[in-house]
């Protein structure tokens, strides 16, 4: 009798074993950002009220072991949390939304960045192009348009932003309250005093250094 119970002990615990073994299978998908579409690696996964879990690689891919009625947990650092229970599920691009951060306002007080020096280099080969005497006249005129082609990309930005773009005369002339005679006189006195420095700045720099000159110089009124 006893050997009977024993059997049936070990049977019935055998066959929950293999049931349990069949329900595991492999999960696997990949989590993308919901915008871009660009793989999110580093992702943690879980499996809920368990401590198994995994993570999403370099490409966010992820790969996991579960049954079908265990629920996967999505999380990573500014983005919504996904839940997702694998009933039924299919292998597949999981899309994670940022969320969405509410910052206090920061006032940043800059200091316009002194630029002397910088270039000095630069402008030292520029003073010292010469043409050599033996260069045939067809050399020394392709020499000249080659130093042409690289004077006009520098002053590219200068150009696009100072010269060609209407809203940065009328937007200074508006903030410091300038007529167009102030506004061209204030313009000849930054071109003398930054000539050394403004071709080689970056269109963001031009704007905040015209900015600051406008601001120093514009009369008080």
């Known amino acids: 009798m006893l050997n009977r119970i024993i059997f049936c002990v070990l049977f019935l615990t055998l066959l929950c074993s293999a049931t349990f073994a069949q329900r595991q299978q492999v999960f696997t998908g990949i989590l993308v950002d919901s915008a871009t579409f660009s793989p999110l690696p580093f992702v943690s996964i879980r499996i809920k009220n368990s401590m198994h879990g995994t993570a999403t690689d370099?490409?966010?891919?992820?790969s996991i072991t579960a049954t079908d009625r265990d629920t996967l947990i999505f999380s990573l650092v500014g983005y919504e949390t996904i839940i997702q229970p694998l009933w039924n599920y299919e292998s597949s691009m999981?899309?994670?939304t940022e969320k969405g951060i509410m910052l206090e306002a920061v006032t940043i007080e800059s200091t316009p960045f002194n630029y002397d020096g910088?270039?000095?280099d630069e402008n030292a080969k520029l003073?010292?192009?010469?043409?050599p005497f033996y260069l045939s006249k067809g050399k020394k005129q392709k020499r000249k348009l080659t130093w042409l082609r690289e004077d006009n990309n520098r002053a590219?930005?200068?150009v696009d932003i100072v010269i060609n773009n209407p809203d940065t005369k009328s937007g200074l002339m508006k903030k410091y309250s300038l007529s167009e005679?102030?506004?061209?006189?204030l313009l000849g006195d930054f071109n003398a005093k930054n000539y050394t420095v403004m071709y080689y700045?970056?269109?963001g720099e031009l704007i905040t250094l015209l900015n600051s000159f406008y601001e120093q110089h514009a009369p008080k009124k």
């Open 58 to 62: 370099v490409q966010g891919k992820f």
């Open 94 to 96: 999981i899309r994670m």
């Open 118 to 120: 910088m270039f000095d």
């Open 127 to 131: 003073a010292r192009r010469k043409l």
């Open 156 to 158: 590219k930005t200068y």
């Open 181 to 185: 005679d102030e506004y061209y006189k």
């Open 201 to 203: 700045l970056t269109a």
